[in-house]
């Protein structure tokens, strides 16, 4: 007996993902995904391994095992950015790509860093300042930005992860739904930084 379509629809349920994001990570239609959780399709070889390799899952119990009573997932995953409990890494899609150790996080904050200066210096070191204080600027809100985290690391290296994928201005959806995932993010960051904090 094959356990695939459940497990699949398991795993991505278990990480908060809606079908067209993980579509999004795994380069493939959202329709896949959906076909693939259904049974209406099975998938190759070649994406059961994908799937295994998103999930650090082994293929073999992706398909024989019910996953969801043997094995929980070492993942969290936002659309910006995965974090690993396992190897213990931040796997950054948005902003500064790459891979981190995430037990080296110094300090994490919530920015919205001026649509100008994204990409051309280090990330949110052109920010405007969060809160009320900052919307009573000269012409603050003509002003088009995007929200983020600025994550310094114990080294003083300043990361970015934006989460907003196009400049927006102040209380627009965008700027609300990029706010409360970097809200998200932000909280558990901060339960990192306690975890690992140096005495």
Not at 130 to 155: C, H, P, S
Not at 171 to 176: A, E, K, L, M
Request: aromatic fraction near 12%; proline fraction near 2%.
């Amino acid at each position: 007996m094959t356990y695939l379509p459940e497990n699949l629809k398991y795993l991505r349920q278990k990480q908060n993902l809606s079908q067209t994001s993980l579509a999004k990570h795994l380069f493939v239609t959202h329709q896949t995904i959906s076909n693939h959780e259904n049974g209406k399709s099975e998938p190759d070889l070649k994406m059961i391994q994908k799937y295994a390799n998103f999930y650090h899952i082994d293929s073999h119990d992706m398909i024989y095992k019910n996953i969801s009573k043997h094995k929980k997932s070492s993942l969290k995953i936002f659309d910006e950015v995965i974090f690993d409990k396992r190897d213990k890494t931040m796997t950054i899609l948005n902003g500064s790509k790459g891979t981190y150790d995430y037990r080296q996080i110094k300090k994490c904050e919530i920015l919205h860093e001026l649509a100008r200066y994204k990409g051309k210096t280090e990330p949110f070191k052109r920010f405007i300042v969060a809160g009320v204080e900052w919307m009573t600027q000269a012409n603050i809100l003509e002003r088009a930005f995007y929200v983020g985290l600025k994550i310094t690391m114990k080294d003083n290296t300043i990361l970015g992860i934006y989460t907003c994928n196009q400049a927006t201005h102040i209380q627009t959806d965008i700027h609300i739904k990029g706010y409360k995932e970097a809200k998200q993010i932000k909280d558990f960051v901060d339960k990192i930084i306690r975890k690992y904090k140096e005495y």
